[in-house]
């Protein structure tokens, strides 16, 4: 089975530029996240979907960050503008469903990761 | 991590020897917990996951224990190998209000070091 896709894998701007992030999560995965992960900590949260629409972005800047998944399959974050801070590697996950307290496959599968450097 | 707390951030083993990682997550209504193992520059993958309907979990080497009361949980390696070296990742679900759906939030990682 392919794995989640992203692209590309490694960036480095400016800041105060804009980038932005692909991911192709599993076929047939109706929900899809993207996590922030800085160097030496775990995963954090910033959008989840379940198909089309977000389930969860409490956790997403909403000042520079966006994201979207317009047909329920690919996805795209955007970071405009930059800072230093946002320098990290940017996850994609997808599952199969996402109701994690009722549904039995809910294994949530990475992606290879954007690393994002600001300078 | 949001209110999953995993420690020690760092473990250093004997090849052989046993390694131990505990969690503690603070939603009562939380009844998933998987661990992430993660290479250096890979992408985390799932080694073992238990849900709150039984107490442990097994598989080859490694196991992982749930302590529903005291909310916490462990992940168990035994005879460790120079390949578990890899930073350890605990997850458990939790929602930002009572309405909101459940999200999985990971601890801070715990990086393990076998040595030959």
């Known amino acids: 089975e392919a794995g989640v896709a992203q692209s590309p894998r490694y960036k480095i701007i400016e800041k105060r530029q804009s980038v932005a992030f692909w991911c192709n999560p599993i076929s047939g995965h109706a929900t899809l996240y993207w996590y922030q992960q800085i160097l030496g900590q775990g995963p954090k949260l910033l959008i989840q979907f379940q198909n089309n629409g977000v389930v969860d972005d409490s956790q997403l800047p909403k000042d520079r960050f966006s994201a979207e998944r317009l047909k329920g399959v690919d996805s795209t974050l955007k970071i405009q503008p930059a800072k230093l801070e946002d320098s990290a590697v940017y996850l994609c996950?997808?599952?199969?469903?996402?109701?994690?307290?009722?549904?039995?496959?809910?294994?949530?599968?990475f992606g290879q990761g954007t690393r994002l450097t600001v300078v | 991590g949001e209110n999953v707390e995993q420690h020690p951030s760092t473990l250093s083993v004997q090849e052989g020897d046993s390694a131990v990682i505990k969690c503690t997550y603070s939603d009562s209504a939380s009844n998933y917990f998987p661990w992430y193992k993660q290479e250096l520059g890979k992408r985390p993958q799932l080694i073992i996951d238990?849900?709150?309907?039984?107490g442990e979990k097994k598989d080859q080497r490694i196991a992982v224990t749930l302590n529903k009361t005291a909310k916490h949980f462990s992940l168990h390696i035994t005879e460790t190998q120079p390949e578990d070296s890899a930073v350890y990742f605990c997850a458990a679900p939790r929602r930002s209000r009572p309405d909101s759906s459940y999200k999985l939030i990971f601890g801070s990682g715990t990086r393990l070091l076998v040595r030959p």
């Open positions: 238990i849900r709150s309907n039984v």
């Open positions: 996950a997808s599952s199969l469903v996402g109701d994690l307290l009722r549904d039995v496959n809910t294994e949530a599968f």
